[in-house]
């Protein structure tokens, strides 16, 4: 049984280096697509048509790659990713949309950029990681 | 649900980290099941039982809330 577990360590570092793999390409291939759009090939479509369907395909296999790690995940851990993951999802879509209306409305003075949903996105799970772990712990 | 793991490993001179090697899960899950903060699944309930050599009512007693 103990073999068993350090042979689960032992894959879930491997599947975390994997998903850092993945990450690491789909970041490289979005900023290429964007910045490669206007610098590196003019404008062409069919370039950048290539080159975004390759990052979403480097994205997809970037998500399925975290789906293989959750699926390592024990009992708690994949609790507390649960109740992180929905809190994020229903944060996002209301305070999103929330922000989206300001826009519409002109309430704010500048566009409602994706990039800021991203962001809210990113900060909201990694708190809610943190505020459940210590909650079980 | 109450559980008497503390004392069980105390008896059998384990640590939370052996205990969950043993049983497959993290020291966390292990710490969180102790403190009561975490209910098992059946599964894992069973193998901690079964690592004990206990039935599993000695282990954990369900309390009606």
């Known amino acids: 049984m103990i073999k068993a577990k350090s042979d689960m360590k032992t894959k879930r570092r491997q599947v975390l ?6 990450t690491l390409l789909w970041v490289l ?28 395909l480097i994205g997809i296999g970037m998500v399925f790659t975290y789906r293989n790690l959750m ?18 999802l229903g944060l996002t879509l209301v305070i999103g949309l929330g922000y989206s209306v300001l826009d519409i409305t002109n309430m704010i003075p500048w566009d409602a950029e994706i990039g800021n949903l991203v962001f809210f996105m990113g900060i909201c799970y990694i708190a809610c990681v943190l505020i459940n772990t210590r909650r079980y712990c | ?32 099941i102790e403190k009561e903060k975490f ?27």
């Open chain 1, 29 to 56: 291939t979005e900023a290429i697509v964007v910045f490669g759009h206007k610098e590196l090939w003019d404008g062409s479509k069919w370039i950048t048509g290539l080159s975004l369907g390759v990052n979403v």
């Open chain 2, 39 to 65: 209910d098992p699944s059946l599964p894992t309930a069973f193998r901690i039982a079964r690592l004990f050599g206990r039935p599993i009512e000695a282990v954990f007693q369900y309390e009606v809330e």
């Open chain 1, 71 to 88: 699926n390592l995940l024990d009992e708690l851990e994949r609790k507390i990713q649960l109740e992180s993951m929905g809190l994020t």
């Open chain 2, 1 to 32: 649900m109450k559980n008497r793991i503390k004392v069980l490993r105390a008896e059998k001179n384990l640590t939370q980290g052996d205990l969950a090697d043993a049983v497959g899960v993290s020291r966390q899950t292990i710490n969180a």
């Open chain 1, 17 to 22: 280096g994997k998903l850092a793999v993945w």
